[in-house]
């Protein structure tokens, strides 16, 4: 078997298979591996609950796991998640799943039926770019990682569904004169423990929420709770993104 790309959470892992296969291993104790079970795994095994169908991508957050997956009788592929969902970072919104799930389940988004392209789990949120660059966010709110104040929504309680959020556009949020402040095509969206950084196709690194070690670039220790643009990198054709902890 030849691997195309992995994945690893704080403590699991997760590999995919050029044959469209999916593998992890390690921290099962949330349901975070897919096996169907909550027991740590030492060696790698084939999630067997999506043999039949072929996985295009995976991000493994802290305890809970993305993927992209093509329906078996094909088709664009949907977004399926697992393991913890204490804070609605699966997106999976029922109260069946209100504490997590061990099985993958595909992720009913309502705002029609969009395409993802890319995904990205963090400790406890999760974003998802479609193939129109649109970006959608779910999971923990409290430090600003989702970027979704500038909304009105300043609860404290996680967003446990999907929601669409129109980075760039003045009336919610920081505008964007590029793009004549109705709203920033999104083209990478990488998630951390607490905070989240995007790319969009006008050339901007934008950042939201928890700063107490300067993670987000803006060179000072203020968490941020909308996408905000780092100045520092205007015009400076970054072409990748990517959060760690």
Sequence with gaps: ??????????????????????????RGRQGQLGQGHYHDLGPMRPLESLAGSRVCAVSAGRQHTLALVEPSKGGEPELWAWGDNRQGQCGLGDREALAGTSWPRRVKVPFGHPSFRSISAGGYHSLAVTVSNALFVCGKSRQGALGLTAYGLTSQLPRRVFRYLNVGDEE??????????????????????????????CGQVRSTGHNSYGQLGHGDIKNRFVFTSIPSLDGKGIRSVSVGE
């Design 1 to 26: 078997v030849k691997i195309s790309s992995v994945s690893a959470g704080a403590n699991h892992t997760m590999a995919l298979g050029e044959c469209g296969r999916l593998w992890s291993c390690g």
């Design 172 to 201: 919610q949020g920081e505008g964007c004169r590029r793009c004549d402040g109705v709203g920033c095509r999104v083209l990478q969206a990488s998630a951390g423990t607490g905070h989240s950084v995007i790319l969009t196709a």
